[in-house]
């Protein structure tokens, strides 16, 4: 007899497909979506609670900062948990599919990804840079005002494959691991890192928990998109250069998925960029040519691939998992 656990991948990837089609049918939602709202409570919070505005930070940043995570990130998981045992299991089944394509929707960034990526591949496309660098700001906290069509070519590749780990295999990954509260989690910690995970006067102390936690939460996810970048091309040399190369980038996790996704799509990243005020050098990441403008729109296409290629992956999962199933109940 088939169980319930038994059509769980098959379940899963079920709910990822039609959220990833929702995702590309409908994009992001323009008004009112619950990251948003989420984006200025946090800010409110931030500027109630942050103390270490002017000078070196303060004694009680840390406290605080992990108060104000608590806040924000554990409440709507907990309940959601919570509601999920007692309430969503008992649901028909199309009915809590619904539910959990919704969530899952609104967690991913694909076409969100997409967009941004264009419109900086646009302008670069008919030269006008001035464009480019405003859009640019949009991706990147470096500063823009100076940077050629290479640096900005390089920027956004960078944060194509960066985003492509963070805004969408790493939702499909914690779905397939916890359900909607695991996603609901990853997105609000992912959201508060973008947010207060700077390591500048204001910041550094107070969201060092946001940064520290999805770093956690991103580590095994990253791994995943690693080697679905990898598949899409020189696996082998893939994974030994997001070994090599992303082991000592600033970002652990983003290191090893644009070192992958770099080396799969046969380009160089990495290198000098100015933040906040300071240089910092970047290892190289990837191998082959140096990254252009044209491979803009060829990094969303390795994104879209790996989150189709995880989805068959949990598919094929689930169709063994009945396969076996059904062997063992005829033994």
């Known amino acids: 007899m088939v169980s319930v656990s038994d059509t769980y991948f098959v379940y899963c990837a079920c709910v990822l497909l039609f959220a ?18 989420f984006g200025r409570v946090a800010n409110r919070l931030e500027r109630w609670l942050n103390i270490s505005t002017g000078g070196n930070p303060k004694r009680g940043s840390y406290t605080r ?18 509601a999920n045992g007692v309430w969503v ?18 967690a991913l960034g694909l076409q969100s990804l997409k967009l941004h990526g264009l419109q900086v591949y646009k302008p670069l496309n008919r030269g006008d840079l001035d464009s480019a660098r405003h ?11 100076k940077l050629s069509a ?7 590749v960078e944060s194509m494959l960066e985003n492509g780990h963070d805004a969408v295999i790493a939702t499909l990954f914690w779905f397939v691991v916890g359900g909607a509260p695991a996603v609901i989690l990853h997105r609000l910690v992912n959201t508060l890192d973008a947010m207060w995970g700077y390591k500048n006067t204001r910041l550094h102390a107070f969201g060092w928990l946001a940064a520290r936690s999805d770093d956690v939460l991103g580590f095994l996810p990253a791994k995943v998109c ?8 020189g696996f082998f040399k893939a994974i030994k250069n ?9 970002s652990h996790n983003g290191g090893w998925v644009m070192a992958a996704g770099a080396t799969s799509m046969k380009i160089k990243l990495g ?13 190289a990441l990837g191998c082959g040519r140096w990254v252009s403008y044209e491979d803009i729109p060829r990094s969303l296409l390795w994104v879209q691939r790996a989150s189709f290629l995880f989805v068959g992956v949990v598919f094929l999962g689930g169709i063994i998992t009945l396969c076996f199933s059904r062997f063992l109940d005829g033994v």
């Open 65 to 82: 900062g992990a108060l104000a995570w608590g806040l924000m990130v554990l409440p709507v998981p907990l309940v959601s948990y919570f």
């Open 135 to 145: 859009f640019t700001g949009y991706l990147v906290s470096r500063e823009t005002s």
């Open 20 to 37: 990833l089609l929702l995702d590309r049918v409908v994009g992001e939602v323009k008004c009112y979506h619950p990251l948003v709202g």
């Open 226 to 233: 690693t080697l679905l970048y990898a598949c899409q091309g």
């Open 271 to 283: 290198g000098p960029a100015v933040y906040h005020g300071e240089l910092v050098l970047s290892p």
């Open 150 to 156: 290479q640096d900005m070519s390089r920027a956004t």
């Open 242 to 250: 997001a070994f090599r190369q992303g082991g000592i980038y600033k």
């Open 89 to 106: 299991l008992q649901w028909p089944t199309l009915l809590r599919l619904g539910l959990d394509v919704l969530v899952v929707y609104f």
